[in-house]
């Protein structure tokens, strides 16, 4: 565990030295948040608003009498989305499908040498391939959690909209009722943790990949595991801390 550790943060050493050419590297940097942002944005958008209007029908299902108001679903349903639905499961999403992506690419450049291509002609390789991408999940991960907490509270309130259970003028009070800004500071931290998370670790399986074309699944699997495991490490710890 400790020689993985050590590989580990001397791979982030060797990713954030000064780039060769800052151009080819912005380049880089601007084609990976396509690849995260744009690419993930359809199944985030899915995913978000079927969550927010399942958490609010549940909700509704548990809390709903005479002696509760009806405004408490929408202000259960926003925590939850903000504090935990809209970045753990957007990231647990987004491990699977940049994740590996990521390990899978990388770990196909070193099996078929263009890595130590890349190091013959003086390219320092973990900064040309890697530090774009944990750039890119820094900055676009945030991102779309973001829009997965619109549209998580969006369809919420389409489920109050089809089920009549709950007003959606109560819900919309229940939105606004007893705002803490604290929420929102937790989700961004954990946002951005966790974009770190996905694209260190899926860089670090798939960089150290050595075989063939088997061995690239596998690190692609072992990346996508080890950054769901971390992911959840983290959300306990930043919760723990923050809350």
Known sequence: MFHSLGKYILLLRLSFRKPEKFSVY??????????????SLGIICII??????????????????????????????????????????????????????????????RVT???????????????YLI????????????????????LGLSGGYIACLLSRDVPPSEYIVGLQDGFNTV?????????IAFGFIITSVCSYFGFYTSGGALEVGQSATKGV???????LFADLVISSLLL
């Open 225 to 231: 595991v080890y950054s769901c495991i971390w992911i």
């Open 183 to 191: 929420t929102v500071t937790v989700c961004a931290v954990k946002s």
């Open 131 to 150: 530090s774009p991408k944990i750039i890119s999940g820094l900055t676009m991960i945030p991102l779309l959690v973001i829009v997965s907490v619109i």
């Open 113 to 127: 040498e263009q890595i130590d291509a890349l190091e013959i002609m003086g390219v320092n390789a973990p900064g």
């Open 48 to 109: 978000s608003i079927f969550i927010g209007a399942v958490a609010t029908i549940q909700v509704a299902f548990q809390l709903i009498s005479p002696i509760i108001p009806k405004s408490v679903v929408g202000t259960i349903s926003r925590d939850s989305t903000i504090l935990e639905f809209s970045p753990t499961i957007s990231a647990l999403v987004l491990a699977g499908r940049v994740g590996s992506s990521i390990a899978s690419q990388i770990g196909t450049m």
């Open 26 to 39: 912005w380049a880089e940097v601007m084609r990976e948040m396509v690849s995260i942002g744009i690419g």
